[in-house]
């Protein structure tokens, strides 16, 4: 089910809090000893920048999944590590990441330290705005562009999951897989909060796995099944074919879907309905060209209906997660959404130097 640790850190103890949760996540994630104290170690130099750099802000942790074909279950768990804050930017971000820069009294040793450490390192700032900062970290390090023997995958995925006033489940869980040249997206709301809403979200997540070559709409028939012993769920489905260049979707419920073509977008819509209570009488599958000016968005209604995807969501080097936070920030106050669960899943083509 989807864990999340939410760490609001607004002064020194709050640091020991982020470290003590990255140790819980990577537990949760299975990496073993040195790994996790890799996790623990990036959390701290986060949640120190936060304080020294920003006033504060909040570090978000929990375990995603990445398409792994060297992987029986075909996917990689990794502790996934975001700071966000509202703070004053930063205006030179590649001297940000180089040791021993610093705009304060400290070694300046952070930012660095974490991208060495991390397998996926981004950092996005807006003067004025703010600045986020995401590390990933799997079981087995050094996996990142420039590293890799395999040709990089054309396309990749990245969300974050906010849960509902602090609560240790969120009712929203976000999954994309691959098999062959489909890549496929899916965002799943659980009906309410809490415990009971992350079952049904994760009994979607789980057939996606068990079924992943499954159009959208036919996954959606077969989740209506899977669901029934659950409270429900709104669920997305994007499924992108790479061959062909095309993107699938169908939708049951209120999960909003955004798709960029160069500087325009359009709306994805989906069918009225609770998967696993109120099937949809009909279940369309909407098809729509796919190019490197593409970008999707999918979020759970704990996003304001009138968000704006800012400049972050048309730079094309910015993982996927960044975007996803950079949106979730924006739309809220400097304190966290109190609306409902909210998460943000983004799908986005793969600059040629880097892996998703």
């Not at 700032?125 to 799997?138: C, D, K, Q, Y």
């Not at 979200?201 to 669901?227: F, I, K, N, T, W």
């Not at 790479?242 to 879907?257: E, T, Y």
């Not at 190019?291 to 080097?317: E, F, M, Y």
Request: glycine share 10%; proline share 8%; with cysteine.
């Amino acid at each position: 089910m989807p864990r999340v640790w939410e760490v609001p850190v607004h002064d020194s103890t709050r640091v020991r809090d982020a470290r003590v949760a990255a140790e819980a996540a990577a537990a949760r994630a299975g990496l073993d000893e040195g790994r996790a104290a890799g996790c623990a170690l990036v959390a701290t130099e986060l949640a120190t920048n936060l304080l020294k750099h920003a006033g504060g802000g909040l570090i978000l942790l929990d375990v995603v999944s990445r398409p792994d074909p060297d992987r029986a279950d075909g996917a990689a768990p990794l502790v996934q590590i975001v700071a966000i804050d509202h703070g004053p930017g930063v205006r030179d971000i590649a001297g940000a990441l180089r040791d021993g820069f610093s705009t304060t009294s400290s070694l300046g040793a952070g930012l660095g330290t974490c991208r060495r450490v991390a397998d996926d390192f981004d950092l996005h700032s807006t003067v004025g705005r703010g600045t986020i900062a995401l590390a990933r970290l799997g079981a087995r390090p050094g996996r990142r562009a420039g590293r890799a023997h395999s040709p990089a995958p054309s396309v990749r995925a990245g969300g974050v999951n906010v849960p509902f006033a602090g609560a240790e489940f969120s009712g929203d869980a976000w999954a994309w897989v691959r098999t062959g040249d489909l890549t496929t997206l899916m965002l799943a709301d659980g009906l309410g909060h809490g415990l009971a809403a992350a079952r049904a979200s994760s009994a979607a997540v789980e057939q996606l796995y068990r079924a992943p070559e499954l159009p959208p709409a036919q996954l959606l028939r077969r989740l209506d099944g899977a669901l029934r012993d659950t409270r429900g769920a709104a669920v997305a489905v994007a499924q992108l074919d790479l061959a062909a260049g095309r993107l699938l979707f169908s939708g049951v419920g209120n999960i909003g879907a955004r798709l960029r073509t160069g500087a325009d977008w359009q709306p994805l819509l989906s069918r009225p309905g609770i998967v696993g209570a109120h099937r949809a009488a009909r279940l369309p599958q909407h098809e729509v060209d796919w190019g490197d000016d593409r970008l999707l968005v999918l979020h759970s209604d704990g996003l304001p209906s009138r968000w704006s995807p800012g400049p972050a969501a048309h730079s094309p080097s910015l993982d996927p997660a960044v975007i996803a936070a950079v949106i979730v920030r924006d739309a809220s106050s400097p304190a966290r959404p109190v609306r409902d669960d909210t998460t943000v899943a983004v799908l986005s083509p793969s600059p040629p130097d880097r892996l998703p």
